[in-house]
């Protein structure tokens, strides 16, 4: 019998307390307990209060992955909103696993947590976990299959040739399809802010990576600046520790503050403050498509604009990155005049950088599925109230609609991609399912693993304060704590990221339609199946995290947020 010490810290806010039952599951790469009731004798989860509980299972549950949390009604109680600081789990074998949560808990939901952030903290520096996060952390937007070198990315034969497979080459790893880049070349001449008097470095580096025969994707190259030069030499992991270690940092600072930017902010939040506008100028309540898409939008002004006065002011979070907010806004500005239409739809992007194939993409894998549950409800819907083609060309109110958005959100570019008027049913079910995938499903897989990844500074750092390194053989640890953010920057930066990953009381999730706007019979039950769908993949996805060392949970529907706020 293994018997497991669990502690359980209530919040000490204000009614952070209950009377609800709370039943936790533990599973570990061996297996899972069972469902555990914590009860003991008296009052138990009160305010500001640890409760110390036991979960036993049959054997060892191995390597602890996860806790589930849930949380049932006692009686014939009002609900009561329960917020869970903390759980930290004693293991037989005497591990002690801290498993953060900082959230409020409602009745019907569960929450899955894990130890996100000391699991990067122990193998941030390891080369497939470096690779592991393009794809599965808070960016997976960047990377691409690379079948022909860049130009200016002189990597050479000999130089990679002892980290792909006995007896190939990098010409013939590339024909196979497991070589991939990530390029930074937006960030090429970017002004950053000044610090210390000097303006602070931005590297526009390119990565280079390989796909090896254990399905672990690594680097093995780096470059740091976008034209090769004596004094921008191309890192390899065979140099030494803390080069290579410095060169990871450099690529993974550009990496950041373009998520931050581009993949966070203007292509989730931005776009949706757009849509939510065009919505509201429009579409009248009583349109199919305004009681559609609205509840998707119902804190994105809000929301958008605290962003605006606390991330942007002089001490705010991005106000505080290399590029400061000049930097920022240009940024944004060069990702924005290369956004296209076909870039914001998940399937065609996926294609576009070469992605279908390659091992361990759970991004790709659970973002396609919920895609096209998310079509198919849009479909049903769409195709209910507009029969056929000539429907939708007659509507003037829909035309006025995307009217809007070629013109205000994207500045009337024909080179976009985004259509001026709707021609056809499909054309609206598209873009439709496009609109409510980037701000619920998207915005979560770029949104919900800031805490997890990015609040140990060194591994997603959005300033570095030294420049990057111009020869081999010349740095030290102490060349890398002078690199990294201060005490102060980095706890700001920590709080940035907790904050955006709290969830707060009023949350919605996908699915979830709180105010009844529908009142025929056929899409309320259109509503009913689309939910039934996204339980289905979210049990699904559970099923696959049990599995996993670093469970990729982001495009759980169950924790995917319809409106984000």
């Known amino acids: 019998m293994a018997v497991y010490k669990v502690e359980v810290t209530t919040g000490d806010m204000v009614h952070a307390g209950r009377f609800d039952s709370i039943f936790i599951t533990l599973i570990g790469t061996e297996g899972e ?10 009052v138990d989860f009160t305010v500001g209060k640890t409760g110390s509980y036991t979960v036993k299972s049959t054997l060892s549950l191995g390597k602890l992955l996860l806790v589930k949390v849930e949380k049932d009604p006692y009686f014939l109680l009002p609900e009561n909103e329960w917020f869970c600081s903390k759980i930290v789990v004693t293991t037989p074998e005497e591990d002690v696993i801290l498993f953060p949560c900082h959230r409020w808990v409602t009745r019907g939901e569960y929450v899955e947590l894990r130890g996100g952030r000391d699991y990067v903290s122990e193998h941030w520096m390891e080369d497939d976990f470096y690779g592991f996060q393009f794809l599965n952390a808070t960016n997976p937007s960047v990377i691409q299959r690379c079948l022909v070198l860049p130009s200016n990315f002189p990597v050479t034969e000999e130089m990679v040739k002892p980290f792909l497979e006995d007896g190939s080459s990098l010409q013939m790893e590339m024909e196979k399809g497991n070589i991939f880049l990530c390029d930074y070349k937006r960030m090429d001449g970017l002004p950053t802010r000044e610090y210390d008097g000097e303006p602070l470095p931005l590297a526009a580096g390119l990565c280079l990576l390989y796909n090896n025969p254990e399905n672990k994707l690594i680097p093995i190259a780096i470059q740091l600046n976008q034209q090769p030069s004596e004094q921008n030499p191309i890192f390899l992991p065979t140099d030494p520790e803390n080069d290579w270690l410095l060169a ?15 993949y966070h902010l203007m292509n989730t939040h931005f776009l949706a403050e757009g849509f939510a506008l065009a919505t509201l100028r429009n579409l009248p309540a009583i349109h199919p498509l305004y009681k559609l898409l609205i509840p998707h939008f119902c804190y994105t002004l809000q929301d958008n604009t605290s962003i605006r006065k606390q991330l942007f002011k002089s001490s705010g979070g991005l106000s505080e990155s290399s590029p400061g907010n000049e930097g920022l806004i240009e940024l944004m500005r060069r990702a924005f005049s290369e956004t296209t239409y076909s870039a914001l739809c998940l399937p065609e992007n996926i294609t576009a950088r070469g992605l279908e194939s390659i091992s361990n993409f759970y991004y790709r894998d659970d973002g396609l599925k919920l895609w096209n549950i998310i079509n198919s409800f849009v479909k049903a819907i769409v195709e209910y109230y507009y029969p056929s083609d ?3 060309c007659r509507d003037s109110e829909l035309q006025a609609w995307i009217n809007d958005i070629f013109t205000h959100s994207f500045l009337g570019k024909s080179s ?3 259509p001026e008027g709707f021609h056809t049913v499909e054309e609206v079910i598209k873009f439709i399912t496009m609109v409510i995938f980037r701000v619920s499903g998207q915005h979560a897989s770029v949104q919900k693993g800031q805490f997890d990844y990015n609040s140990w500074m060194p591994n997603n750092p959005l300033l570095l304060r030294k420049p990057p390194p111009t020869t081999k053989g010349q740095s030290s640890m102490k060349t890398i704590l002078e690199t990294l953010p201060n005490i102060g920057e980095t706890v700001n930066f920590m709080t940035m990221g907790w904050v955006l990953t709290e969830k707060y009381s009023d949350t919605v999730f996908l699915g979830t339609y709180p105010v009844e706007r529908f009142d025929e019979p056929a899409p309320k039950k259109m509503i009913q ?3 039934a769908e996204l339980s289905i993949l979210s049990k699904a996805i559970a099923k696959r995290n049990s599995e996993l060392v670093v469970p990729y949970n982001y495009l759980n529907p169950a924790q995917t947020l319809s409106p984000f706020n």
């Open 248 to 262: 990871k940092m450099f690529v993974k600072n550009a990496d950041t503050i373009q998520y931050q930017a581009v």
């Open 416 to 418: 976009s991609g985004i």
């Open 390 to 392: 000539s429907d939708v």
């Open 529 to 531: 199946d689309f939910q």
């Open 33 to 42: 307990s069972k469902r555990t009731e914590l009860d003991n004798f008296g």
